[in-house]
């Protein structure tokens, strides 16, 4: 099983530019932790966890950066709550991080994501990794491509859910419904439009996930759910 130990560099670079996102974030919700020392926890539970984490692979960039983003959450996660944190005090400081981490990029970045999600590239891309997954898991996602329905632009169905299994797998059950809420903050900060009625994590039975460039942001929230 090809695993993001292979691409450990890479990892942690990703680490390092939410660093001062997550800095940020615990100065001003977490006065009580020392930044430094949190961070530093948080890249000695992700580099012990990489070995164990399924990698989509080089043809599948953006469900490996989903894996990489969500392995970095749960390595905070399991860094603050071995300081009595439980997910909803950690998500607050996620929450708070991920937005800084959106708002500090630049114009230009903002502009190639919004255009990137609703591409024909990606879309085509989707559409055959999604027929890959129906035989075999693409680093632990199953999921399926669904077409335009005049409603929203495209969408994808997950029945498996690599950052759900990834926070069970590592004592982090608590906190995978809460990552599901970092969609919300992107398809805002990018106007992705996006369409959910339930998640894995939270409960349902699939992720239904519907894209609608330049449309209003409507995600259906179960909290708490402990995988």
Not at 41 to 63: K, N, Q, W
Not at 97 to 118: D, I, P, V, W, Y
Not at 145 to 161: A, H, I, K, L, Q
Request: charged share 25%; with cysteine; proline share 5%.
């Amino acid at each position: 099983m090809p695993s993001l130990e292979s691409v450990r560099s890479s990892v942690m670079k990703e680490l390092d530019g939410w660093s001062d996102d997550l800095r940020d974030a615990l100065t001003r919700l977490a006065p009580e932790l020392a930044p430094d020392a949190m961070l530093d926890r948080t890249r000695e539970r992700l580099g012990a966890m990489l070995s164990t984490v399924e990698d989509p692979g080089a043809l599948a960039p953006h469900m490996r950066a989903f894996t990489v983003s969500g392995a970095i959450y749960v390595a905070f996660y399991l860094a603050l709550h071995a300081e009595g944190y439980d997910a909803a005090r950690v998500w607050a400081v996620l929450e708070r991080a991920t937005e800084l981490h959106f708002e500090r990029m630049s114009r230009f970045e903002k502009a190639a994501a919004s255009a990137g999600m609703f591409s024909w590239p990606m879309k085509a891309l989707s559409r055959w990794l999604a027929g890959r997954s129906q035989r075999a898991p693409v680093g632990g996602w199953v999921f399926e491509f669904n077409g335009p329905d005049g409603e929203s632009d495209y969408g994808v169905t997950y029945t498996r859910c690599a950052i759900r299994e990834l926070a069970v797998a590592h004592g982090a059950a608590e906190i995978a419904p809460y990552i599901c809420l970092a969609d919300i903050t992107g398809s805002r900060a990018f106007d992705w439009g996006l369409t959910r009625t339930g998640t894995l994590a939270q409960g349902a039975p699939r992720c239904d996930f519907r894209f609608k460039r330049g449309g209003e942001t409507r995600v259906t929230v179960k909290l708490p759910v402990v995988a």
